[in-house]
């Protein structure tokens, strides 16, 4: 009985992408041991000490639940089948500061991001004041969040992920680049030594370097960013620095985010809504002109048509022909005129 709510209340918290690709979730994956190959533990629940007893799939095999004898669980990752994912292939170029080559407007206008769930946690990079924002200053871009850090300081993984840049890189310096599962991207620039190579894994709080000032910087300190499909916002609507906690679990991203010189503004749930509804509206509207666009029909004259004969073939009163072409008149037809009959 213990076990079956502990199960259904796991899988609540877990993100709903998962859930969405089980095809037969719950199929028990070994008989009582854990793999040896799944070496990411993840998840808070560990306070258990009994031993493991069984181990379960939860979804697609990318996440295991493993239950311990004292009724206590914690997940583990499938990192085979993690590395198997869309995610870390699509556009998965070693070393490219920007592999994506997304028109912005071709993406969604709101984006709701998982950041955490129950299979993994946030490590803020520094709990500290931001010194320089994100957004532009002295007319120049800055896509980060600049981090005091002192050089030779451990440098830590955000979130889990893979790394996908491990390279000095223009004014980046020393840049770590790691891509998580829910597909966003964390920059860490500046460092003083990187410790982690193209491709491996890591989980939120693993040292992946040291603090420094290589690059285009004028003293120590850590470049932080995020970026989805190659674009940056502001990491500050996701993390508040000064609390070392992410704002919440769950992120809207606005498309509006990743413009340059967009920033983080604290919004009460009022605005949202308001700025929610106006974006709809838009959208609607957006899409009511092309399907009128889409819709425009001409026709074009030939000897010996008249404008209610058009008009009948059409399935159309002549007023309404009319109405579609406003300086047309109807006895001085022209053979090769476009009249409008939608
Ligand atoms: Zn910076």
Not at 77 to 106: M, Q
Not at 120 to 144: A, D, E, I, L, M
Not at 238 to 256: A, C, P, T, Y
Not at 295 to 317: E, F, H, N, P
Request: charged letters at 25%; aromatic letters at 10%.
């Amino acid at each position: 009985m213990r076990k079956i709510r502990v199960l259904i209340l796991s899988l609540f918290l877990l993100p709903a992408a998962l859930l969405a690709q089980a095809p037969d979730s719950l199929s028990a994956a070994g008989a009582g041991e854990v793999p040896g190959d799944f070496v990411t533990e993840a998840g808070t629940f560990r306070e258990g000490s009994g031993a493991p007893v069984d181990t379960l799939d939860i979804g697609d095999g990318r996440l295991l639940l493993v239950l311990r004898d004292d009724h206590t669980w914690y997940y583990i990752k499938n990192i085979e089948k993690l590395a198997a994912d869309s995610t870390f292939i699509k556009d998965w170029i070693p070393n490219s500061t920007n592999p994506y080559r997304v028109p912005l407007d071709s993406l969604p206008l709101r984006n709701t991001i998982c950041l955490v769930d129950s299979a993994s946690v946030f490590v803020c990079p520094n709990q500290t004041k931001v010194f320089s924002r994100f957004g532009y200053r002295h007319g120049r871009r800055h896509q980060g969040a600049d981090l005091p850090y002192k050089t030779g300081t451990p440098v830590v993984a955000a979130f889990d992920g893979r790394v996908r840049v491990s390279d000095y890189s223009g004014g980046y310096g020393n840049l770590i680049v790691i891509r998580h599962e829910n597909g966003l991207e964390t920059y860490y620039g500046h460092l003083s030594k990187r410790e982690v190579e193209v491709g491996d894994w890591v989980r939120a709080g693993d040292q992946i370097g040291l603090g420094g000032s290589t690059g285009r910087s004028t003293g120590p300190h850590l470049h932080f960013e995020t970026r989805w499909q190659g674009f940056a916002f502001d990491p500050e609507w996701i993390v508040d620095f000064e609390k070392g906690q992410l704002r919440s679990n769950v992120f809207v991203l606005r498309r509006s985010y990743l413009n340059a010189s967009s920033h983080y503004v604290p919004e009460s749930l009022d605005e949202e809504e308001d700025l929610y509804a106006a974006e709809e509206k838009i959208l609607a509207e957006e899409k009511r002109l092309a399907a009128e666009r889409a819709a425009v029909r001409y026709y074009t004259v030939k000897s010996g048509d008249t404008l209610g004969a058009i008009a009948k073939r059409q399935g159309k009163s002549l007023n309404a022909i009319l109405k579609l072409n406003p300086g047309v008149n109807a006895n001085k037809l022209r053979i090769g005129q476009k009249i409008r009959v939608n």
